[in-house]
């Protein structure tokens, strides 16, 4: 969903998952269409470290930003 050009779906990376779970949903609403990975679609093993350096640093330089890393913290609840 877009409303006044902010998206609130995001985006996911399948980087390395057992593809066998993704035969149960239809993502997205789509039916048919095939569930890939990073690593079938370039036949080697992906790291999550990799890609997370590498979409950072896209993502920067796209929007413009610095992305830095937070922590959550634990006492968010009453």
Do not use: W
């Not at 057992?18 to 990975?37: A, E, Q, R, W």
Request: proline letters at 8%; one cysteine or more.
């Amino acid at each position: 969903k877009i409303s006044r050009g902010v998206t609130t779906h995001g985006f996911a990376l399948n980087i390395n998952p057992d593809l066998t779970y993704f035969k149960h949903i239809v993502p997205c609403g789509m039916p048919n269409v095939p569930i890939t990975s990073m690593s079938v679609l370039l036949r080697r093993p992906i790291e999550l470290k990799e890609v997370a350096e590498t979409t950072i640093k896209h993502f920067n330089q796209i929007f413009e930003v610095e992305l830095q890393r937070t922590s959550i913290s634990k006492s968010y609840g009453p």
